[in-house]
């Protein structure tokens, strides 16, 4: 059963498996999309407040101020992914299900897109962190209901097929397709959202 801290492990092994670049604010999503389906992992969220001064960091994530504070990208990464694992070591309780969980992740990112409401999980409205939720969220859900984890990255691998012949670009991955031709950031993430309604609509009719 994967939890943070094998999904920690293979990123310090291997970035590149999991990640879509190696920074800081990239981990700090991959653990906010663990977060929102597994609520044990506030106290490890906490804890790395209470070590970072939580007083000069106000509500900023520990790991943004990490990615903020390091001009070489790659130093905060591994600064933060040493706070992490270490902190994740002593805090890391049994997985405890959000009231998220049961639902779709990417559905409830579609809803958010629309609704003006990206802020509620996303660091920066961009494609990237919204990959890196997602990569967070699905390795919680594992967790709790392997299945579910199992058909909504099958979902996501039907829908990245479509993208791929929609763009003439296969075997290319779907937040690099929207990079790509839809932009990073605001405008990526409102073509997801349509392109994510387009394709469920046209499987519906199917």
């Known amino acids: 059963m ?61 790991l943004v101020r990490l990615y903020l504070d390091h001009r070489i990208a790659e130093e905060g990464a591994r600064v933060a992914l040493a706070l992490l694992r270490a902190t994740a070591q002593e805090f890391e309780g049994a997985p405890v299900p959000s009231p998220m969980v049961g639902q779709h992740c990417v559905s409830l990112l579609v809803e958010a897109i629309e609704s003006g409401r990206v802020a509620t999980y996303l660091s920066e409205a961009t494609i990237v962190c919204l990959f890196h939720f997602v990569v967070g969220y699905l390795q919680a859900l594992d967790q709790f209901h392997a299945e579910d984890a199992v058909r909504q990255q099958e979902e996501l691998a039907r829908f990245e097929r479509w993208l791929g012949e929609r763009y003439g670009e296969p075997d290319v991955a779907w937040h690099r397709l929207l990079l790509l031709y839809e932009g990073g950031g605001s405008s990526g993430l409102d073509a997801f959202a349509k392109l994510w309604r387009a394709w469920k609509s046209k499987r519906e009719l199917v």
Do not use: K, N, W, Y
Not at 23 to 47: H, K, N, P, Y
């Open 2 to 62: 994967p939890d943070l801290s094998s999904l920690l492990r293979t990123i310090d092994e291997s970035p590149g498996t999991r990640l879509e670049g190696f920074t800081a604010l990239a981990l700090d999503q991959v653990i906010s999309g663990f977060r929102a389906a597994d609520l044990s992992c506030a106290a490890l969220m906490e804890e790395l407040h209470r070590r970072g001064a939580s007083d000069r960091l106000g509500e900023m994530s520990p």
